[in-house]
């Protein structure tokens, strides 16, 4: 059993369902509304536990999934939603020991997807332009997982100039202008790999359409969006939440042919 250690993210959860993110760090108290909890009763204790504030409230102490640290990590740059990561990683058919070029990094949300995925016989090479960005985005994925894992590698630069080195499987961009990765895809992505995009508006899907159509190379190009929406089960009362996620981005996924013969 996995006990909780020095330096270890953990998510607490109170009697309101509200959620906190914290690293443990010895002597450090947790302060919220209703009273304190010692990091030091945390630390060693299993994944799941409860504990009382000093106010005697509950609070109950999980080792955060992936999804839960990426939507309340303190980031920099807005992050791709959990929603579309779980569809990136499965149209975009990312898989063990598979190599993957990343742009941009960002908070790194994507980035730790992404190496979890490829696994340490992968590769993800994940460029960010901003210097700043690419900072926080190598804290915020050494706190996630202690340290950056081997199988990721964080560049600072423009991805175009990566692309022809790597020779990626696998191109995942969160970029504002990834139509500038088209022509050194066309060229460097392997046969039969993906080239994947994610954006915002509808003239950006547009733009980068119109390069991948003129590109000549790519084929089955889809571009989608997903929605998510809980429901409220309460006893014989269910219905559908009166909340959801909507539009975050848009989608584009397009296969590489080999017209070489």
């Known amino acids: ?4 250690a020095a330096g270890d993210p953990c998510l607490l959860y109170d009697d309101k369902g509200r959620r906190y993110l914290i690293e443990l760090v010895p002597g450090k108290e947790f302060h919220y509304h209703r ?4 990091h030091d009763a945390v630390i060693g204790a299993p994944d799941g536990t409860a ?8 609070l109950i102490a999980l080792r955060p999934r992936l999804a839960d640290y990426t939507l309340k990590m303190p ?12 569809a990136i990683l499965v149209w975009a058919d990312i898989g063990p020991a598979m190599t993957v ?63 022809a080195e790597v020779g990626p499987e696998r191109i995942v961009l969160d970029l504002p202008e990834p139509w500038h990765s088209v022509a050194p895809a066309a060229e460097h992505l392997a046969s039969g790999g993906v080239f994947c995009c994610y954006l915002p508006t509808v003239p950006q899907v547009q733009t980068v359409r119109e390069a991948l159509d003129g590109a000549g190379v790519f084929f089955d190009v889809m ?39």
């Open 1 to 4: 059993m996995a006990l909780f």
């Open 35 to 38: 009273g304190l909890l010692a």
């Open 51 to 58: 504990f009382e504030s000093s106010k005697g409230a509950r």
């Open 75 to 86: 980031r920099a740059a807005t992050v791709v939603y959990p929603k579309d990561v779980g």
């Open 101 to 163: 070029v990343e742009a941009g990094t960002g908070s790194g949300a994507l980035a730790m997807a992404l190496a979890r995925a490829v696994g340490v016989g992968g590769r993800v090479v994940s460029f960010e332009r901003r210097s700043d960005h690419a900072a926080k985005a190598r804290k915020l994925i050494g706190g996630f997982f202690g340290d950056v894992p081997p199988q990721l590698e964080l560049r600072e630069g423009d991805v175009e100039d990566g692309i």
């Open 223 to 261: 571009t989608f969006e997903v929605l998510h929406r809980e429901w409220a089960v309460e006893g014989r009362s269910v219905r559908p939440s009166h909340r959801m996620i909507g539009h975050t981005g848009f989608i584009t996924v397009a296969r590489k042919l080999n017209l070489q013969r």
